[in-house]
């Protein structure tokens, strides 16, 4: 074995534990409640867009487990039970992600406050990102509602186009259009990251908000216009540091959804899951009014260190020969 060495020198530890501290200290000082939540469960996430990593040779409970992409379903299901604002520092994994800006295994921050909306989860975001980076200046950013972004940097407007249009925006070739075919929303994602984000300040933050309904995941749907969500991205320059929603609080709807989840992962040969049962039955007692965010560490541990790659902030690095 010729690759045992670690990814990274020691100050990049020395660094990572510098802002661990200011994580911390920042949630103390918001009086937010650190809790701690499990790397496996019996239930995978559904969303197409992620793939959980399988335990398959598990006999535990005669049952696969799966290293979660997340912390959200526990930690809904500890607000639903009572417990106060939150956030957890944990190791989340994803199969298939690996490269410049992506590892299989990584650290997200994530928390959720009671009763605020979109505007406040997202400035609060900002503030959390500009105090983690020690950039004040930060906290001055650029807001886009996704359609308006799309419009004015693809010069089309993705809740009406039509796939053929907006694979023409992307200049895609006729490998790319035959892999992904009629993917609405995947295609919407390629033009995204290859095009609209392209545009965004490349010194700065920006809040990419209410995306399409589509796109809702986890999110409420806008009670002022259910064509769009109640989700909110932030950028630094193209790179996303942050997915944040209000969250749905209807197991109906929940379960519609994780439903039509399932159905796109069989039309497309992907994983079958079975539906997070726990995260219905906690919306079902009654999840209270929240907003939640996610933040992958790594990637503010990049900019912090001037980096382009995430393999450089990381004590080991995971690559695809690794062995």
Known sequence: MTNWRPASRPQAAASRAAMMRRVR??????DVLEVDTPALSPFAVSDVQIESLSVTESTIGGQPLYLQTSPESHMKRLLAVGYPDIYSICHVFRDGETGRMHQPEFTMVEWYRRNFGLHAMASETVAFIADLLGEPALRDVETFDYVAAFEEFAA????????????DAANADADLRKSLGDDRDAWLDLLLSTRVAQHFSSDGLTVLRHFPASQAAL????????SVADRFEVFFG??????G???????AEQRRRMDADLEKRRASDRSPVAKDEALLAALESGLPACA??????????MIAAGKDDIREVVTFAFEDNDG
């Open 25 to 30: 200290e920042y949630f103390l000082a918001e």
């Open 156 to 167: 089309i407007n993705p809740l009406a186009a039509t796939v053929e249009s907006i694979a």
């Open 219 to 226: 999110a409420r749907d806008c009670p002022d216009d259910d």
């Open 238 to 243: 193209p790179i996303e540091l942050a997915n």
């Open 245 to 251: 929603f209000v969250e749905l609080t209807d197991a």
């Open 292 to 301: 939640g965010v996610a933040v992958g560490f790594e990637r503010l541990l």
